[in-house]
């Protein structure tokens, strides 16, 4: 049984949550949960929200606890990027990029 959750239009960019995305990919799902609390990070706080909003897929659906479940698929795609200027030396106007990106979280129950 696969459970799923998404976020979309996060104000970080993908670069920046991919590495915190590959420490837990695969793993058990309390493991990331614990691994998320304790890397004092911003970032790692969207991430640890998604999660826990799979969990509580999981526990509301079927009634499946954490510690049975790992994260089968965890992905941070791009999303639109917010493109302004702001000025620069001489009169120029220096072009900025805000990015964006999408998350989706698919935890599998473990078979018994």
Aim: with cysteine.
């Amino acid at each position: 049984m696969e459970f799923t959750a998404k976020a979309r239009y996060l104000s970080y960019s993908p670069y920046k949550l991919r590495p915190l995305v590959d420490v837990v990919r695969g793993k058990n799902a309390r493991y990331a949960i614990n691994w998320l609390r304790t890397f004092r990070s911003q970032r790692s706080e969207v991430v640890k929200k998604v999660l826990d909003s799979v969990l509580a897929n999981a526990k509301n659906l079927k009634n499946i606890e954490p510690e049975n479940l790992f994260i089968k698929e965890i992905c941070v795609d791009q999303g639109p990027i917010h493109r302004y200027f702001k000025p620069g030396a001489q009169g120029r106007a220096n072009p900025q990029r805000r990015r964006l990106c999408h998350m989706k979280i698919v935890l599998e129950a473990k078979e018994a």
